[in-house]
């Protein structure tokens, strides 16, 4: 048994030819429509200190997010940044927390613990 096998040709002709122009013309005269950047809502990152360490010990955020510290330990903690000269939480009982927003890259620690240490990274595009 052996199978035709036709071959149709299509010759679009002046109709075909004058379409594809018109697209290439629309395609190649329109003008790039700006796209809108991409607005976010600043978000709330959560921070729990349990058996006396801060976990996540560095945290990545956006400029303009928050951090909630949380305690989940036994004993109070005080959040401070590094330094101790920019910020600080109250003495956090156990389940208090403490919100901050942030602008910048930050070392912080526990006061009261000075050995609890962490940080805070402020990335441009996340």
């Not at 903690?77 to 901050?100: C, M, Y």
């Not at 526990?110 to 240490?117: D, G, I, Q, R, S």
């Amino acid at each position: 048994m052996s199978k035709l096998l036709t071959v149709v040709r299509v010759n679009p002709g002046l109709p075909g030819f004058t379409l594809a122009f018109c697209i290439f013309l629309l395609l190649s005269c329109a003008k790039s429509i700006p796209v809108p950047s991409v607005q976010t809502k600043p978000m709330v990152h959560a921070v729990e200190i349990k058996k006396f360490q801060f976990n996540p010990k560095t945290l990545t955020v956006r400029s303009g997010d928050s951090v909630r510290w949380i305690n989940k330990d036994i004993v109070p903690h005080q959040v401070a940044e590094g330094t101790l000269k920019k910020w600080r939480s109250k003495d956090l009982l156990p389940n208090d927390s403490f919100i901050l927003k942030i602008k910048s890259s930050t070392s912080y620690i526990c006061k009261l613990h000075p050995t609890m240490k962490a940080k805070i990274v402020v990335a441009i595009d996340l």
